[in-house]
């Protein structure tokens, strides 16, 4: 009797710690942050990116890297200033933007009239305090994140 309970007892722990383990270190599905609006982006973030851009004629993409800061007043307003390395040349310029959030928490941001910023998605994680954006203007790559101050 003693020969056929231990078998069963050890097979009932192995099956038992498999579906447990299986369970345990199964991939979760990734859920969406929801409930965004444009009052979750009100504040300072400080900016950076990464990506490669047109340099024309013979010389192709150059490497591009920004750092700056960005103020966002919940209202759909964001201004934006940036020092930029691109190709070994500096820059520094200032954008402003029209933000529109989406309930699931992305969003996109269109330069004002008169800005010479490109338009760009993004999408709001950590609770608002950052943003994971990618630059959608033609002869651009650029994409980084938002963290806020």
């Not at 009932?12 to 369970?23: D, M, N, R, W, Y």
């Not at 020092?83 to 928490?105: E, I, L, P």
Request: hydrophobic share 40%; proline share 3%.
């Amino acid at each position: 009797m003693r020969r056929i309970i231990l078998p069963i007892v050890l097979s009932f722990t192995l099956v038992a710690g498999a579906a447990a383990s299986l369970h345990w270190f199964q991939p979760r599905g990734a859920k969406a942050q929801s409930g965004c609006a444009l009052s979750t982006l009100q504040g300072s973030f400080g900016v950076r990116g990464e990506g490669w851009v047109n340099a024309g004629g013979s010389s192709g993409q150059v490497a591009l890297t920004q750092v700056g800061f960005a103020a966002i007043d919940g209202a759909g307003n964001m201004s934006l200033a940036v020092t930029t390395s691109a190709g070994g040349q500096f820059s520094r310029q200032s954008f402003s933007y029209k933000v529109q959030v989406n309930s699931d928490c992305t969003g996109s941001v269109t330069p004002v009239p008169g800005s010479d910023g490109g338009p760009a998605d993004f999408v709001v994680v950590a609770g608002g305090n950052q943003l994971l954006y990618v630059v959608t203007g033609q002869g651009l790559t650029l994409s980084g994140i938002f963290i806020r101050q």
